[in-house]
């Protein structure tokens, strides 16, 4: 398989890198927490929060990217690699500067749509932490959760939840499915292409390499009605209301890259990414076409004093199948899986892998933020999420930067 990259810009890709090494609303109408306001960036967002609008503050790095990195392979390589070469997993590209995504035109199919595997990395809630081995346990400082059902979030999606959609992409094991929102891009207000997921859904951690084929689907089968064996047409308005959006662009933190596993350990306190994506068809925005996005919230409050979490995402091992968007809501605690990390968000939850990805928000003062995405999971049990902090600004920050 041919490289991806080519070497010659290793030294403007590396400051990517450094970045990561260095350490919109959603105001319902109807359901708190679910239809958003258009063009939400616009809107002043309360003093207190911090939602990583980009002053060009040096104690965030002040770094603007540098332009010509490219997103695309080009020439025979890219005929090679539309031909069946991204199958190749034998150079398997992992490094933050790696990163590639060509389009392939009717890639997702109705059947790789439907066969698409769901994951979550897994963690047992416990005492201890070792942060390693199989199911990792856990420090729970504040005690365990109440296992709660997940509820059925009401339909039709584009109008009361918008900005939430499925994650597709290509993995060595075939096609995957994760969650992921729609949040604002300080660059561009009102204009927004980012999207916010998790880590694991864009890259395999330690020992692997970007995941292929990420494409973004918001309010996916936004009237609710359709199984995924009665899906025949992924482009219908029925099931991608606001088309299809392919990844240009991802970043995720370095813990992850580094040392991510999808057995749960330290590195899950990193497990984010945001995706920056271009629509198949159509030059408008993805807010634009939305009309809203999520402001993201950074160093929220501590999981130990929310009362009042929202969780959504779109859950795909048995009982559920992945074609409906669902929801959890409730106070949270900490879960730790290493003493020296940031502690995690959890919350008693139902959702299990597909819905890894999906946002968590937080309302205040009447504006809804994102604050976190689904990460670690007992599939039956509870779901966690990372708190967002400087890291986590940095890499959003770094992919608005890049298309500035």
């Not at 398989?1 to 990517?16: E, K, N, Q, T, W």
């Amino acid at each position: 398989m041919p490289s991806i990259r080519s070497r010659s810009l290793a030294a403007a890709a590396a400051v990517i890198a450094a970045i990561l090494v260095t350490t919109t609303a959603c105001d319902s109408q109807k359901d708190d927490g679910a239809a958003a306001q258009p063009s939400s960036s616009t809107a002043q967002a309360d003093k207190n929060v911090d939602t990583g609008q980009d002053d060009g503050s040096t104690s965030l790095g002040g770094y603007k990217l540098p332009a010509g990195i490219p997103t695309d392979l080009g020439g025979a390589a890219l005929e090679k690699w539309k031909n069946g070469g991204w199958k190749d997993y034998s150079d398997w590209a992992s490094k933050a500067e790696d990163f590639a995504n060509p389009y392939i035109k009717d890639f997702w199919t109705p059947e790789k749509m439907a066969e698409a595997k769901a994951d979550i990395p897994v963690a047992q809630a416990g005492s201890t932490s070792t942060g390693s081995g199989s199911g990792a346990t856990s420090y729970l400082p504040d005690g365990t959760v109440k296992r709660k059902a997940a509820t059925k979030v009401k339909a039709t999606y584009h109008h009361y939840a918008a900005p939430v959609g499925k994650l597709f992409f290509s993995s060595p094991e075939g096609a995957m499915v994760c969650s992921a929102a729609v949040v604002t891009d300080p660059a561009h207000p009102g204009k927004s292409n980012m999207v916010w997921t998790a880590g694991h859904c864009v890259h395999a951690g330690k020992g692997g390499g970007w995941y292929r084929n990420i494409a973004f689907v918001p309010s996916y089968n936004s009237g609710a009605k359709l199984s995924n064996n009665q899906i025949t047409d992924p482009r219908a308005k029925s099931v991608s209301p606001y088309g299809v959006w392919w990844a240009n662009w991802a970043t995720t933190s370095s813990q992850w890259i580094k040392g991510g596993s999808h057995q749960g350990n330290a590195a899950s306190a990193y497990d984010y990414a945001v995706l920056h994506v271009k629509p198949e068809s159509g030059k408008k925005s993805l807010q634009e076409r939305l009309g809203s996005a999520l402001p993201v919230w950074f160093n929220a409050p501590a999981a130990n004093k929310v009362k009042n979490m929202k969780v959504r995402g779109y859950p795909a091992e048995s009982p559920y199948d992945g074609s409906k968007m669902y929801d959890c809501r409730g106070a949270t605690k900490r879960f730790l899986l290493a003493r020296n990390v940031p502690a995690q968000f959890m919350i008693g939850c139902t959702m299990n892998g597909g819905a890894s990805g999906g946002p968590w928000f937080m309302t205040h003062n009447g504006r809804t933020y994102l604050v976190s995405n689904n990460s670690l999971s007992d599939r039956k049990t509870f779901i966690t999420g990372p708190r967002l902090g400087k890291n986590a600004k940095q890499v959003y920050l770094a992919t608005s930067r890049k298309f500035k």
